[in-house]
Structure formats: structure tokens, C-alpha cells
């Protein structure tokens, strides 16, 4: 059974900085895609950056320049770096992992970690 667990989620100030984790387990193949979303209180949940193996990145208009996504050692690993964060970056954010295998394709959430942008 595939497992997505997120990680580095807590409180900071505006300005500061946080690195997100996501490690998964149980695959049996590289995932095509891992991405990061973030659901903010009240609001629906929104795409912020993924990551196409082996190197392509995209972000939302509202991060692009103040976080990096990246894939680790172990492929189907990735991280988010977060710097200066704003209040409105305050969410839930979670990891998702799309891939395929054969003629079937695969898509896992992880269950979310909190990050929390003072002002």
C-alpha cells in the first residue's frame, strides 16, 4: 500500500522560512509527478508547485521566486523550501503523487502538515 508522509510544517513569522519533506513508501515505480497543494482556511485547495521527473518544475504565480521544489535522493522523495513567507501562505499543505504503470494510472495524497505565517 503507497504511503505519502509530509513533514516541516509549523509556526513562523512573515519573512521566515520552512522546508516541507514528503517521503513515500510502497511504490513499485517512479512517480511521474509529485506536487504540493495547500488547502488555506475556508478556501478550496490549490496547486502550488510540482515536480516532473527527472527535472521539470512549476509553480503558482503566488510562490514562483520564494519556493523551490525538488525531488531527493529517493526518487519518489521531494521537498518543498519555503522562503519569506507571507500570512497568506498559512495552510495545510499536502503532498500528491501521480504516476503510471502500464495502462493504469495511480494518484496518492498525503494526509497534510499545517504551516502557520504570522504577521
Known amino acids: 500500500q503507497v504511503q505519502l508522509e509530509e513533514s516541516g510544517g509549523g509556526l513562523v513569522t512573515t519573512g521566515g522560512s520552512l522546508r516541507l519533506s514528503c517521503v513515500t513508501s510502497g511504490s513499485r515505480f517512479v512517480f511521474n509527478d509529485m506536487n504540493w497543494y495547500r488547502q488555506a482556511p475556508g478556501k478550496e485547495r490549490e496547486f502550488v508547485a510540482r515536480s516532473t521527473w527527472p527535472s521539470l518544475t512549476e509553480y503558482s504565480d503566488s510562490v514562483k521566486g520564494r519556493f523551490t521544489i525538488s525531488r531527493g535522493n529517493a526518487k519518489n522523495t521531494v521537498h518543498l523550501q519555503m522562503n519569506s513567507l507571507k500570512p497568506e501562505d498559512t495552510g495545510v499543505y499536502y503532498c500528491?503523487?501521480?504516476?503510471?504503470?502500464?495502462?493504469?494510472?495511480?494518484?496518492?495524497w498525503g494526509q497534510g502538515t499545517q504551516v502557520t505565517v504570522s504577521a
Open positions: 500528491n503523487a501521480r504516476g503510471t504503470l502500464g495502462s493504469r494510472s495511480y494518484e496518492y
